[in-house]
Nanobody, 122 residues
Framework: QVQLMESGGGSVQAGGSLRLSCVAS????????MAWFRQAPGKERERVAT???????TPEDSVKGRFTISEDNAKNTLYLQMNSLKPEDTAMYYC????????????????WGQGTQVTVSL
């Protein structure tokens, strides 16, 4: 079955960097929209960035210029490079897979990983 497994979370001071990884298995990775989401305590889950199989990325305004979504198809792995981290970036981060579409922001993502915690302190 389709599985996603995130890693790379941790605790970092404001201004620091982390790189999250998400290994996909059980399906043809390149035929899906991929995305990173996050959810902070007491808040709704929000989309961070999406990546289509044609390489198009759509980072949200809150992370634009600081976070970069990318992939290594040979390794079936999705990445999220996070630079200039802020305390408000503290959240559980999830990767997700959804059906391929022209605009991955309109996709309903049905496959989710278990999440990896990112904590940013002052």
């Amino acid at each position: 079955q389709v599985q996603l497994m995130e890693s790379g979370g941790g605790s970092v001071q404001a201004g620091g960097s982390l790189r999250l990884s998400c290994v996909a298995s059980g399906y043809r990775y390149s035929r899906y929209c991929m995305a990173w989401f996050r959810q902070a305590p007491g808040k709704e889950r929000e989309r961070v960035a999406t990546l289509s199989n044609n390489g198009r990325t759509t980072p949200e305004d809150s992370v634009k210029g600081r976070f970069t979504i990318s992939e290594d198809n040979a390794k079936n792995t999705l990445y999220l490079q996070m630079n200039s981290l802020k305390p408000e970036d503290t959240a559980m981060y999830y990767c997700a897979a959804g059906p391929l579409a022209t605009d991955c922001r309109r996709v309903v993502f049905g496959v989710w990983g278990q999440g990896t915690q990112v904590t940013v302190s002052l």
